[in-house]
């Protein structure tokens, strides 16, 4: 079992900076991939970012390449998501994810999640 903790999410005025942070705690994660996703109101969730916990590969959905970075720190079974030039449509419910072995940007393909962090671009 794994337990994600997000936080980091907050109001923010576009074209700033904002992190995100996803604690992972209940179990060894040197074979986890973390995702970050997102939520809007009346929307489905969609993929944001996801990192290889043990290799560093990365992959990110178009509408963020470029402004989002995903990270992680090892030693503190955490990852991040570092926001830059957030723009109002990047608001939404931000979760955190996690599923075993290779990267992924469906919904269906992760198993573990948190109870997500409200991040609100004002124009």
């Known amino acids: 079992q794994v337990q994600l903790v997000e936080s980091g999410g907050d109001l923010v005025q576009a074209g700033g900076s904002l992190r995100l942070s996803c604690a992972a705690s209940?179990?060894?994660?040197?074979?986890?991939?973390m995702a970050w996703f997102r939520q809007a109101p009346g929307k489905d969730r969609e993929f944001v970012a996801a990192?290889?916990?043990?290799?560093?590969?990365?992959m990110y959905a178009d509408s963020v390449k470029g402004r989002f970075t995903i990270s992680r720190d090892n030693a503190k079974y955490t990852v991040y998501l570092q926001m830059n030039s957030v723009k109002p449509e990047d608001t939404a419910v931000y979760y955190c994810?996690?599923?075993?072995?290779?990267?992924?940007?469906?919904?269906?393909?992760?198993?573990?999640w948190g109870q997500g962090t409200q991040v609100t671009v004002s124009s």
């Open positions: 990192i290889r916990w043990n290799g560093g590969n990365t």
């Open positions: 994810a996690a599923r075993w072995l290779v990267l992924a940007d469906k919904v269906s393909d992760y198993t573990y």
């Open positions: 209940g179990r060894t994660f040197s074979n986890l991939a």
